[in-house]
Structure formats: C-alpha cells, structure tokens
C-alpha cells in the first residue's frame, strides 16, 4: 500500500509519515502514522492532523498451529536474552484438562485487528477526533470434552471487540448477526 500525493503543493506546511508492514500469527499487517501541520495563512486558522491506522493487508485472515506458535513465543523469548520458555508438555495438559487432546491441531486465527484514529487540532485549542478499532481471535478447531461429558463439544470459539461500521472491517471478522439469526 503506497500513498501517492498528486500534487504535492496541495499540502501545505509540514508532513511526516512513518510506516511498518509486519506480521503477526502469519497475518500480514499495514500499520501507517502520518502527521500533517498546516500553517495560519490570512484569516485562517493553523492546524494539525494526526491519523494512524493499522490493518491486514491479506485477503483472508491466516492463523497458526499452537504448536507454531509456542515455538515462535520460545524464540522470541531465546532472541531477547532469556527468561522461562513456554513448554509443549504443560501447555498439553492444560488443553487436555479442557477437552483438546491433539494439540498439534489447535489452530489460532487473528480475523482481524483495525485501529484508526483521526485528530484534528485547529490553533486556540479547538480540536475533533476520531477513533475506531476492532480485534477478532478465533481457535478454529473442535473442542472435545472429557469422555464422561458426551453431551456436548464446541466447534469454534471466538471473541470481537469493535467500535467501527465499516464495511470491509466488519465483513472480515465473520460476525454473528443475532436478528437474521432469529429471522
């Protein structure tokens, strides 16, 4: 994602931009800061404008095996000068204590994670904003109970947090509509 700027005497004042392209459990992520000042000229007012925004950037959310992922938590750990790695069998015998005996199949998917926010700051202290964010973590795989409770197992096992209405974001993270449920 390139921002092009048509006509670069159309921005007046000062313009900083910074950006980091990361990924983050096999999720490719855009992360942009772009601060705008634009001097007082005639009648009107300085002002400043502050936005950042962070987002996938891949078409489908992408996850990970939660044997993938304790490996790159223990590398991490290992590249930042130690401290006690996280182990395969104690994290095991927790999941199987919760009904996930095959471990290797436990697949962790970041459906989303948006953060946006728009700071308008005219001089004298006038100043609007916005933010929105939205942040969706799914395990994908079937959750077994124990033999003894036969009853019942989960198929998916998810949690949204969001403040936003748009579209694209929304689409994303695969929500659940409660009214067209019960439609």
């Avoid at 634009?38 to 996938?56: E, H, N, S, Y």
């Avoid at 036969?150 to 949204?160: D, T, V, Y």
């Amino acid at each position: 994602m390139t921002l092009i700027v048509s006509n670069p005497q159309q921005t007046p004042g000062s313009s900083v931009q910074a950006f980091i392209d990361l990924t983050l459990l096999n999720c490719k992520l855009k992360g942009v800061y772009q601060y705008q000042a634009t001097p007082a000229a005639g009648d009107k007012k300085g002002q400043t404008r502050t936005q950042i925004l962070v987002m996938p950037t891949d078409t489908e959310p992408q996850g990970m095996t939660l044997t993938s992922l304790i490996y790159e938590v223990n590398q991490i750990i290992t590249s930042f000068g130690g401290g006690e790695e996280v182990t395969e069998a104690e994290m095991k015998q927790t999941l199987d204590s919760m009904g996930l005996p095959d471990f290797s199949n436990i697949f962790v998917q970041i459906r989303q994670l948006f953060i946006y926010t728009d700071t308008l700051k005219i001089e004298e202290g006038t100043s609007s904003g916005t933010c929105e964010y939205a942040f969706n973590f799914v395990i994908t795989n079937p959750v077994k109970p124990d033999e003894s409770l036969k009853l019942f197992h989960i198929n998916q096992l998810g949690l949204a947090v969001y403040k936003t209405n748009r579209k694209k974001i929304i689409e994303r993270m695969q929500l659940e509509d409660i009214a067209e449920l019960l439609a």
